[in-house]
């Protein structure tokens, strides 16, 4: 069984951080959005990978290489971005008839990932949402069959929503699915969907069964990935504990702190995540995820993203601020 979890999308939603830091490395719960991910995956018995990557692609390399040396890597270049349909093609190659697990990298849920991998049949994760029409939509029988799949319906028959997790068993007729829309130009949204190719397994006899996950971060937008974050937090145990040199400062727990922060004369949390190297003082943060090397004075946050080497000084603010950023709110 390989995995693959492509990551090639701008994150364009997460604007400014998303400049200069990919989507899945953004700090979470005291991890990141890509190792809550391989680990999971790890635990459950994977460990060969194929990240399929492009914007920003190279930090991704950097930080698989350097936090997951055992695992095999493969690193495959989706340059010209046409779709997760595309970029799951481009590992064809690598994959060859192996069984896969594809797990989109802004994708996190609690499910028995070691159930869907070893399961006779090919599988996909659903969810039940309100309003279907931004999603892939699963059409399913009272068997848990998949009867049908269509990506971002104006007109949805079903509110069962795919959330990025597709264990596939027919391989071959995956590829040869894609190849065909892709040869052919069918694109929906403008993209090679994969939902399309699915259908098209479908359509060819593939059996698919729907499997519901018991939870679903969204990690795509500030908002719900603050959101994520206090509740992983609380998931993860995270516990940071006051330590001396957290001088005149008070912990109000869920709270991830990194390495090497100098906090003082200051209150974090509840649901705060900071990166390490951080420097806090005179400072109220919560519910918040703050990057590493960042340094807070007199400044009162709630509900805000930090990006990395930041500095911010004065007054008390709602913030979504990228890296490399100095601002004086005196």
């Not at 995956?41 to 350097?66: M, P, S």
Request: overall charge negative; proline content about 3%; some cysteine.
């Amino acid at each position: 069984m390989k995995a693959i979890i492509p990551l090639a999308g701008a994150g364009t939603k997460l604007r400014p951080h998303t400049y200069t830091q990919p989507k899945a490395l953004i700090p979470l719960a005291g991890k990141t959005v890509l190792s809550i991910i391989v680990d999971q995956l790890r635990d459950a018995g994977i460990n060969e990978f194929i990240f399929i990557v492009g914007y920003l692609g190279e930090k991704i390399q950097d930080y698989v290489k350097a936090n997951y040396p055992t695992i095999t890597a493969h690193f495959v270049y989706q340059n010209d971005r046409q779709g997760i349909g595309h970029a799951v093609r481009l590992a064809s190659n690598i994959v060859a008839n192996d069984e896969i697990l594809i797990v989109l990298g802004d994708t996190i849920c609690d499910y028995d990932v070691s159930a869907v991998i070893n399961s006779n049949t090919s599988m996909i994760g659903v969810r039940k949402v309100d309003d279907p029409r931004s999603f892939g939509v699963a059409e399913i029988d009272c068997d848990a069959n998949i009867t049908h799949l269509v990506e971002k319906p104006h007109i949805p028959k079903s509110n069962m929503a795919l959330v990025g997790i597709y264990k596939i068993k027919e391989t071959e007729m995956l590829f040869q699915c894609l190849d065909v829309n892709i040869k052919q130009g069918i694109k929906t949204h403008g993209e090679y969907s994969i939902t399309d190719a699915l259908d098209c397994m479908i359509k060819n006899g593939a059996h698919v069964n729907a499997f519901k996950v018991d939870s679903w971060f969204d990690c795509g937008k500030r908002e719900s990935l603050l959101e994520s974050n206090a509740t992983l937090l609380k998931k993860f145990g995270a516990k940071a504990e006051l330590r001396p040199e957290y001088e005149n400062t008070v912990l109000i727990q869920p709270v991830s702190i990194g390495k090497g922060c100098t906090i003082k004369n200051s209150i974090v949390g509840p649901n705060a995540t900071i990166g390490d190297d951080t420097t806090i003082d005179f400072s109220i943060v919560k519910n918040s995820i703050i990057g590493s090397f960042s340094n807070l004075f007199d400044i009162v946050l709630d509900d805000s993203l930090i990006g990395s080497d930041t500095t911010i000084r004065g007054e008390t603010r709602s913030l979504n601020i990228g890296d490399n950023t100095d601002i004086d709110l005196g």
